[in-house]
Structure formats: C-alpha cells, structure tokens
C-alpha cells in the first residue's frame, strides 16, 4: 500500500511544504485543503537545523512521527485511515529531501445524526433553521470543519438572540473506523432569553432625553442583542453630534433577565464654522462658508446658513431642521433662500421659501414632499422677466456609496415631480417630471465605470416665456456635456441666445483608471441638449480624456473635451474642485 501510495503520489501531485537551505519536505498525493492542512501540520521542529548542521537524532524522530502527523491533519476531513510513506534523501552532504507519499483511503461517512435544541428558545424559528440547515446530513462525508463552524453559528445566533447562557448539553462525533462510519450528536440547551432593560444616559446634560433616545437601536422590553448595541453606538456616532460614545450592558446587573444598559457620551461643540474654497468651469472661483448649530434651543434641532460666492453664481440660504420623533432619518425642514445665477446664457435673481417633509424607507431610500415659495426676477436674450411661483412637488431619492471620497462602487438616483398652477396664485401653470441617476462600478485592473443619465420634461399651460430661467432646462458644462460651455446647449432666440428648453435629455460614460492612491485618468463620452420637442431634437456630443486627483477636501478634475458632429469643433478645458455627490 505504501508502495502503491508513492507511485500515485509522483504521478499525481508534489508540493514543497519547508525549503531550508539543508532539509525540505515534499509532499505528494494531496491536492486543496487537504495538501495545506497537511503542509500545516509538518512544520519543521525547531531545533533539527541549527547553524547549517542536522541534528540527526531528531531528524530520525521526525521522520517516525511524520504518519502520525500526517493521519492528524486528515481526520477533520473524514480520513481516519490514510496510508504514508517517507523516504529520505541525502542530495548532497548539506542538503536532505524528505519525500512524504500520501494515500487518504476511503473517507468516512456520516451514518446519523441527532441535533436538537431545548430550553425556553426551543421553538425558536432562527435556531430551528439552522438546524434544518445543517451541512452534514447522513451519508455525506465527514467534515469536522464544517461540524464546527455551524457548531459555532448555532450558539452564536443563540446568544445574539438574547439566550446568553447558552451551552451545549451535548456535543461528540462518534467515528467506528472499522465501518468508516460517523454518528453526530449536537444539543444545544438555550437556557432563558435575556431582555434589556432600562438606559441610562450620561454626558450629554444640554439635548433632552427624548431626542437622545431616538437613536437607540432597541427599547426596554425587547431581546437582548450585541448586534442591537453596536448598532446604537453606530447611530450616535453618525449623526456628527458626538466626538465619543461608549455602549455597555451591565450584566451584572441584570435583574429578573433584564439587563441595564449604560451610554456614555461625549459631545462635539454645539456651534461650527467651516469656510471653503473651490473652482470650478461652471462657476469660477468660489468661496463657501457654512454656519451651523446642532442644538438649538437645547432640543436638538439644527440651524444652517450657507452662504456661497462665486463669479458665476451667488447664494445664501438659512435653514430650520427639526427632527423626527418617529424615526431616526426622518426629519422636517423649513428654508429661506436668496440666489443668483449670472452664466453667458441668461441672468436669474430669486428669492425662495420652502417647507419639506423628509421620509426614510430601508436601503438608503428616502422620500419628501415640499411646497416652495418662488420670486424670480430673470433675463433671457432680450426678455427681461418676473414671475412669481407656488410649487408643490415630490422627491424620491437614494445615495449610496463605497467611499465619500474615492468610491470604488455606487449608487445614486433621483426622481422629482413638481408643478405649479394659475389656480394656486402662480403666473403659469405646468408640471415637470425630472430624474438623474449615477452608476459607479468596480472593474479589474484597477478600472472603474461611471454612467450617468439625466432627463426632465415640462408639460404647461400658457406663455412659456413667463417660466423662471431656473424652471428651464440647459445642458453644457462641466457635469453635463463636456466640450461645451456651462448652460450654453438649448433652444435659440432670432438673435442666436439661449433661451432654454422644455425638456432635457444627458448621458455619459467615463472609464477611469486608478494609479497610485490618489491619481487618476479617465477617457469619457457626453452627449445630451435641451430641447422644447419630444420629437424633433439634436444631441450634441463631446468625447475627451480627463486627470483626477484626490484629497481628503475633495477631487480636482481636469478634463479636456472635444466636441463631435460639428463642422467646427472646438477643444474646452474643464476643471472643478470637490464633491460631485
């Protein structure tokens, strides 16, 4: 048998387990797990080489215990009567090759089993499962792994239950290697369902415990959780109020199985000023400054002014953010707005009030109504314009993404439904209808992928000249089409101006490819315009190869776009500063 093992093993697999300059291992007749379990097991002992020499005492012991070692490392994998066979050779006065030929046999089979669980969680569904989902079923190999991984999960999910004494009355695996068969026993007791109990909450003395309270993952009552714990620190440390939180069940403490919970918090400063700086093709040079109060009143509501002042574009909006008692992302939001937009293609000033309800569902889902207040005083070509709008609307939205800064992978979209009526008090009715979404998708070779697509159209009743150039739809710039300047795409008075369009239409592809931690190069394609037919319409098209460099502050983009289809295309150098979601 051993002979045969040999034979078998030089023709079908070899592996070098040890190459020390004076003894190497080699083993032969195994191949996956099994030849690793065993290269794991015949590490070299320390002491049988030392200083170039063999000790050769305890080379011969080695070479002795080598099957045993060898039947070890194969039992977990069902083979409990394995054939092995070493041979020694001297290659040379300072180097000896072990080789080690290896006959598994037959494996054992599993024969029976008999898992089950007891105590108070006995009927409990989550264990049941994964009882009814256990690997090892009569006449499949035996597997001690995997008997000790599901082992493992069923205690585990035990106690992430709230069954926090958990233990196994029995566990064994019972091998006759006379019939190479197994028989598995595994019964787990629960023992009684811990419950938390009350919270207390110290550190934070200027927010209200109601508000506290909205960001703890469980209630007095429900079953204890590790997982509902880690999930409550998770949701302190998110929402940017708290510069360290610590969560800590008191077990002893527990009373009647109820265990208390302690927080301790630390809060961040009540008042923050962040200035910023940017630029962009679009906008030109900008500065930003935001001014914010996370506690206002002393009840946990928000106050926020962002003001921004750019060559192209001027804003200042202040806003009111309560949150919900409901839910955790739920909030209600009141905003007061002064903006101007002043690019090539026309000249906005508008003041704005708006009232939004905000709504979170699973998955990063979220969901808004809003009533908005608009005064636009506007000149496109040469119209000179005010309008005066109520506009109630709804917003579906989703972000998600692996990372704020460099994503590797994401995802985002937005749906929006808005409109306005004469009936309401607004100078022309129409309804529009606008979504965007970005897909961002990890590729080999460090390559990323990034479709964008961006449409919108208007339905309305009455003089299209009296809707707001901010109601209107453009397309051109740098996160639109590149190629093309900043809002420049649209429709075209008798003097050749853009007036903007009824509907809209942008797609893009960019392949981009990582270099480094921070560089980038991308190639892209744009095409998209604004347009007043659904039937009759043009796109214009810009292809072009892009830099990226990325900071903690944001990426710098620099692009370098072509324009297509044009009998005289031009080349338009585009370069913003900061997020782009």
């Given at each position: 048998?051993?002979?045969?093992g040999?034979?078998?093993?030089l023709?079908v697999a070899?592996?070098s387990?040890?190459?020390d300059?004076?003894?190497?291992?080699r083993v032969?007749?195994l191949?996956?797990?099994?030849l690793?379990?065993?290269?794991a097991?015949?590490?070299?002992?320390?002491?049988l080489?030392?200083?170039?020499?063999?000790?050769?005492?305890?080379?011969?012991?080695?070479e002795a215990?080598?099957?045993?070692?060898?039947?070890?490392?194969?039992?977990?994998?069902?083979?409990?009567?394995?054939?092995?066979?070493?041979v020694?050779?001297?290659?040379?006065?300072?180097?000896?090759?072990?080789?080690v030929s290896?006959?598994?046999?037959?494996?054992?089979?599993?024969?029976?089993?008999?898992?089950?669980?007891?105590?108070p969680?006995?009927?409990?569904?989550?264990l049941?499962?994964?009882?009814?989902?256990?690997?090892l079923r009569?006449?499949?190999?035996?597997?001690?792994?995997k008997?000790?991984?599901?082992?493992a999960?069923l205690?585990?999910?035990?106690?992430?239950?709230?069954y926090?004494?958990?233990q196994?009355?029995?566990?064994?695996?019972?091998v006759?290697t006379?019939?190479?068969?197994?028989?598995?026993?595994?019964?787990?007791?629960?023992?009684p369902?811990?419950?938390?109990?009350?919270?207390?909450?110290?550190g934070?003395?200027?927010?209200?415990?109601?508000f506290?309270?909205?960001?703890l993952?469980f209630?007095?009552g429900?079953?204890f959780s590790?997982?509902?714990?880690g999930?409550?620190?998770l949701?302190?440390?998110n929402?940017?109020r708290?510069?360290d939180?610590?969560?800590?069940?008191?077990?002893e403490?527990?009373?009647?199985l109820?265990v208390?919970?302690?927080i301790?918090?630390?809060?961040?400063?009540?008042?923050?000023l962040?200035?910023?700086?940017?630029?962009?093709?679009?906008?030109?040079?900008?500065?930003?400054?935001?001014?914010?109060?996370?506690?206002?009143?002393?009840?946990?509501?928000?106050?926020?002014?962002?003001?921004?002042?750019?060559?192209?574009?001027?804003?200042?909006?202040?806003s009111?953010i309560?949150?919900s008692?409901?839910k955790?992302?739920?909030?209600?939001?009141?905003?007061l707005?002064?903006?101007r937009d002043n690019?090539?293609s026309?000249?906005?000033?508008s003041?704005?009030?708006?009232?939004?309800?905000?709504?979170?569902?699973?998955?990063g889902?979220s969901?808004?109504?809003?009533?908005?207040?608009?005064?636009?005083?506007?000149?496109i070509g040469?119209?000179?314009?005010?309008s005066?709008m109520?506009?109630?609307?709804?917003?579906?939205?989703?972000r998600?993404?692996?990372d704020?800064?460099?994503?590797?992978r994401?995802?985002?979209?937005?749906?929006?439904?808005?409109?306005?009526?004469?009936?309401?008090?607004?100078?022309?009715s129409?309804?529009?209808f606008l979504?965007?979404?970005?897909?961002?998708?990890?590729?080999?070779?460090?390559?990323?992928l990034?479709?964008?697509?961006?449409?919108?159209?208007?339905?309305?009743?009455?003089?299209?000249d009296e809707?707001?150039a901010?109601?209107?739809?453009?397309?051109g710039?740098?996160q639109?089409?590149?190629?093309?300047?900043?809002?420049?795409?649209?429709?075209?008075?008798?003097?050749?101006d853009?007036?903007g369009?009824a509907h809209?239409?942008?797609?893009?592809l960019?392949?981009e490819?990582?270099i480094?931690?921070?560089?980038?190069?991308?190639?892209?394609?744009?095409?998209?315009?604004?347009?007043?037919?659904l039937?009759?319409?043009?796109?214009?098209k810009?292809?072009?190869?892009?830099?990226r460099?990325?900071?903690?502050i944001?990426?710098?983009?620099?692009?370098?776009?072509?324009?297509?289809?044009?009998?005289d295309?031009?080349?338009?150098?585009?370069?913003?500063?900061?997020?782009?979601?």
């Open positions: 048998m051993a002979c045969g040999l034979l078998l093993g023709l070899s592996s387990l040890w190459a300059p004076t003894v190497e291992v032969y007749g191949e996956g797990n099994l690793e379990n065993v290269e097991a015949l590490t070299l002992p320390a002491g080489v030392q200083n170039g020499n063999v000790n050769e005492h305890w080379l011969k012991r080695y215990k080598l099957p045993q070692l060898v039947g070890e490392a194969l039992k977990p994998f069902g083979y409990f009567d394995s054939q092995t066979a070493v020694t050779e001297r290659v040379n006065d300072k180097r000896i090759l072990l080789r290896v006959e598994p046999g037959p494996p054992v089979l599993v024969a029976a089993t008999n898992l089950d669980i007891r105590g969680g006995a009927d409990n569904q989550e049941r499962s994964l009882i009814r989902d256990f690997p009569p006449s499949d190999q035996l597997r001690q792994d008997y000790e991984k599901s082992k999960a205690r585990t999910q035990a106690i992430a239950l709230g926090l004494d958990a196994f009355a029995r566990h064994a695996i019972r006759d006379g019939t190479r068969q197994a028989e598995i026993e595994l019964i787990l007791d629960t023992g369902r811990y419950r938390f109990g009350q919270v207390r909450m110290d934070a003395p200027r927010y209200p415990e109601r506290l309270r909205r960001y993952a209630q007095p429900h079953a590790h997982a509902k714990l999930q409550t620190q949701n302190f440390l929402s940017d708290f510069r939180v610590s969560v800590t069940p008191q077990m403490q527990a009373v009647d109820n208390p919970v302690q301790q918090l630390t809060p961040l400063p009540r008042l923050r962040r200035p910023g700086i940017g630029y962009g093709t679009d906008t030109g040079a900008r500065l930003s400054l935001r001014c914010q109060n996370i506690n206002l009143l002393g009840r946990g509501h928000e106050q926020l002014t962002e003001l921004m002042v750019a060559e192209k574009r001027q804003s200042l909006q202040s009111y309560v949150p008692r409901r955790l992302e739920d909030y209600h939001a009141w905003r707005g002064y903006k690019p090539d026309y000249d906005s000033s003041l704005s009030a708006e009232a939004e309800w905000v709504r979170a569902f699973s998955s889902l969901g808004s109504l809003f009533v908005r207040l608009l005064h636009e005083s506007f000149t040469d119209d000179r314009e005010q005066r109520v506009i109630p609307g709804v917003r579906l939205t989703r998600r993404y692996s704020p800064i460099r994503p590797k994401g995802d985002h979209f937005s749906l929006e439904a808005r409109g306005a009526s004469q009936a309401l008090g607004s100078d022309v129409l309804l529009q979504g965007s979404g970005t897909i961002l998708k990890n590729l080999p070779a460090r390559l990323s990034q479709a964008r697509l961006q449409a919108a159209t208007t339905l309305r009743d009455g003089d299209p809707i707001p901010s109601m209107r739809f453009f397309a710039g740098d639109s089409v590149r190629g093309y300047a900043y809002q420049s795409l649209s429709p075209k008075d008798d003097d050749g853009p007036v369009g809209q239409l942008v797609a893009s960019e392949l490819r990582a480094g931690d921070h560089w980038g190069v991308a190639i892209f394609f744009d095409a998209g315009n604004a347009f007043d037919s039937s009759d319409y043009t796109l214009a810009g292809v072009g190869i892009g830099c460099y990325y900071t903690r944001g990426p710098i983009r620099v692009d370098l776009a072509r324009q297509l289809g044009v009998d295309p031009s080349v338009r150098l585009h370069l913003s500063m900061g997020y782009l979601w």
